[in-house]
């Protein structure tokens, strides 16, 4: 079992940036491919960005590529997702989602999901 816990969110002129992490609970963590998920009002839940269990595999969605960084402390059972040259469309609620396997989560097919943090960013 993980629990999944996201903070850092909030509201950001464009252009700036913000740090989400993402707190996961149990001696599992480790295992997981983790990833980060956003949902805009009205529009369907998009894959942002992704990373292997050990770290060194990561995958960006073409919107946030050169802007968004994913990374992961096993030993803190905590993931990161760096947002620099923020821009009003990335306003969303972000989720962190696991999944034993990478090509799982980029199917948004996960076995644990966090509660979402907002990000709101103005133009």
């Known amino acids: 079992q993980v629990q999944l816990v996201e903070s850092g969110g909030g509201s950001v002129q464009a252009g700036g940036s913000l740090r989400l992490s993402c707190a996961g609970s149990?001696?599992?963590?480790?295992?997981?491919?983790m990833g980060w998920f956003r949902q805009a009002p009205g529009k369907e839940r998009e894959s942002v960005a992704a990373i292997n269990w050990s770290g060194g595999g990561t995958y960006y969605a073409e919107s946030v590529k050169g802007r968004f960084t994913i990374s992961r402390d096993n030993a803190k059972n905590t993931v990161y997702l760096q947002m620099n040259s923020l821009k009003p469309e990335d306003t969303a609620v972000y989720y962190c989602?696991?999944?034993?396997?990478?090509?799982?989560?980029?199917?948004?097919?996960?076995?644990?999901w966090g509660q979402g943090t907002q990000v709101t960013v103005s133009s």
């Open positions: 989602a696991a999944s034993p396997l990478t090509s799982d989560l980029l199917k948004a097919l996960c076995d644990y």
């Open positions: 149990g001696r599992a963590f480790s295992r997981y491919a």
